[in-house]
């Protein structure tokens, strides 16, 4: 039986771009860096293009769907930037014969990145509005069987008509029911994929499901339940052909990740430490002993990466009291200082935590360290608390950002505070911080509710 793609020329978009991408890329090439005697344009060819090519493969900078996020993109195409730069740079250092200044380099590599995302996005977007106007490279799907999960994706097959999806029916049968009777109907509606609630459904039928799919060439694919998993991204391994799934994909673990994450963090670091704490620590240090006895800061033990404990520094906002390492801050609360209300409000007592950073003990943005006796309440009361330890902790997080910082006063507020921790966790990416950064910039100059 052939397999009819209806309105399916998408396959052809990666080769096209790869075959764009690499005419810039040469063309930029020969314009701006190896312009001299020495190198023929054949060599220029080869040596640009196999080293595009091998770096995307690593960095799989063309593995973009139609249910990419443009975030997603973004980070791609600056991974894919900066090793094709140091590649460049090795180059330039391996033949000195070419003479090719650092200057020359980096204006090759940002004028390749400006043009090669700027048509990445141009196709992008024209897809999304050629599905969502034009109904066309659509792929009609079929849900079978119900749960949290199931109804998330029927509500986005519904809702995200751009990306390329027409729902067709969702099929709620019993463990028990013949599953067979729905095969015809799906050959007759043409369905290109089929969505297998796993929860809900008996093996013999998952079974019957995948015969049907293979022997008549449609694609199946499984809807897992996480309601109490709070995970989404099982990693795929084989050991010596056996198939193992690992409960989550921690992407900071892997050692290209970790290297730009502590860089960053070293960097950034360094910049607030130079720029604003060097002329801020004295002016603090005045006020806040003007108004009440004690140090300028204050340090507590917090638990972080692998549950490790360290000291983790603010500046001090509160008068000295007993209850210091055991009660957390609340509304009104009496052992504020008036610059310490200002310092909460504004976040800038956490901004000590730089230097916690620059020691490596922390990150700008990860899952907010808590006290240890908070870790104690919550560790065996909250699932999944101490999957948030598998990174370092961070001056600030997707948490906090969507709403979820300081007083924790509800049983929903930790719980959502550890789903949105796992989150980031297994959603990674540099850009991610960067906008987490930018937000939280943003949270702080407006003022938030719970900044207290």
Same mark, same amino acid.
């Given at each position: 039986m052939a397999r009819k793609k209806q309105g399916r020329f998408s396959r052809y978009i990666r080769p096209i771009t790869y075959l764009i991408d690499?005419?810039?890329?040469?063309? %930029?090439?020969?314009?701006?860096? #190896? +312009?001299?005697?020495?190198?023929?344009?054949?060599?220029?060819?080869?040596?640009?293009?196999?080293s595009w090519?091998?770096?995307?493969? #690593?960095?799989?900078?063309?593995?973009? &769907?139609?249910?990419t996020p443009e975030i997603r993109i973004l980070n791609l195409l600056l991974i894919q930037c900066l090793l094709f730069l140091i590649i460049i740079f090795s180059v330039s250092g391996i033949f000195p014969f070419l003479s090719i200044s650092p200057?020359?380099?980096?204006?090759?590599? %940002?004028?390749?990145?400006? #043009? *090669?995302?700027?048509?990445?996005?141009?196709?992008?977007?024209?897809?999304?509005k050629f599905r969502a106007d034009f109904g066309g490279n659509y792929?009609?799907? =079929? =849900?079978?069987? +119900?749960?949290?999960?199931?109804?998330?994706?029927?509500?986005?097959?519904?809702?995200?008509?751009?990306?390329?999806?027409?729902?067709?029916?969702?099929?709620?049968?019993?463990?028990?029911?013949? *599953?067979?009777?729905?095969f015809n109907f799906i050959l007759e509606e043409k369905i290109d994929e089929i969505y297998c609630s796993l929860p809900s459904l008996s093996e013999t039928q998952i079974k019957a499901i995948i015969d049907f799919a293979?022997?008549?060439?449609?694609?199946?694919?499984?809807?897992?339940?996480?309601?109490?998993?709070?995970?989404?991204k099982l990693k795929?391994?084989?050991?010596? &052909?056996?198939?193992?799934?690992?409960?989550?994909?921690? %992407?900071?673990?892997?050692?290209? +990740?970790?290297?730009i994450k502590r860089l960053f963090d070293i960097v950034f670091s360094l910049f607030i430490i130079v720029c604003v704490l060097s002329w801020l620590i004295p002016v603090l240090a005045i006020i806040i002993k003007s108004e009440s006895k004690g140090t300028i800061f204050f340090r507590q033990i917090r638990n972080g990466y692998n549950f490790k404990q360290f000291y983790c520094y603010k500046f001090r906002s509160m008068k000295i009291n007993a209850e210091a390492d055991t009660?957390?801050?609340?509304?009104?609360?009496?052992?504020?200082?008036?610059?310490? =209300?200002?310092?909460?409000?504004?976040?800038?007592?956490?901004?000590?935590?730089?230097?916690?950073? %620059?020691?490596?003990?922390?990150?700008?943005?990860?899952?907010?360290?808590?006290?240890?006796?908070?870790?104690?309440?919550?560790?065996?009361?909250?699932?999944?608390?101490?999957?948030?330890?598998?990174?370092?902790?961070?001056?600030?997080?997707?948490?906090?950002?969507n709403g979820y910082r300081g007083e924790i006063e509800t049983h929903i507020d930790i719980v959502n505070r550890i789903k949105y921790d796992i989150n980031y966790i297994e959603n990674w990416s540099f850009l991610l911080d960067i906008k987490i950064i930018i937000l939280t910039t943003f949270n702080s100059l407006r003022g938030e509710k719970k900044a207290y």
């Open positions: 690499l005419y810039i890329i040469n063309f %930029l090439a020969i314009k701006y860096v #190896f +312009n001299n005697e020495f190198l023929q344009p054949y060599w220029v060819f080869i040596l640009i293009s196999a090519i091998i770096i995307s493969i #690593f960095s799989r900078f063309y593995n973009v &769907y139609r249910y200057k020359q380099i980096l204006i090759f590599v %940002l004028y390749s990145g400006v #043009f *090669i995302g700027a048509i990445k996005f141009v196709i992008y977007y024209f897809m999304l792929r009609r799907t =079929i =849900i079978i069987g +119900n749960g949290a999960e199931s109804n998330s994706l029927e509500k986005f097959f519904q809702e995200k008509t751009s990306t390329g999806y027409r729902h067709v029916r969702t099929i709620l049968p019993n463990k028990e029911e013949d *599953i067979e009777k729905y293979e022997n008549s060439l449609k694609t199946v694919k499984f809807i897992p339940s996480f309601e109490n998993l709070y995970s989404k795929y391994e084989t050991y010596d &052909y056996v198939p193992v799934l690992s409960l989550r994909n921690i %992407l900071l673990q892997e050692p290209f +990740n970790k290297f009660a957390q801050a609340t509304r009104n609360d009496k052992r504020l200082t008036r610059v310490g =209300i200002f310092l909460r409000k504004t976040s800038i007592d956490e901004l000590p935590q730089f230097f916690n950073v %620059l020691a490596g003990n922390m990150s700008v943005v990860g899952p907010r360290p808590h006290m240890v006796n908070e870790n104690k309440k919550y560790l065996k009361s909250i699932d999944k608390f101490m999957v948030r330890h598998f990174i370092k902790p961070g001056i600030t997080g997707l948490a906090q950002v």
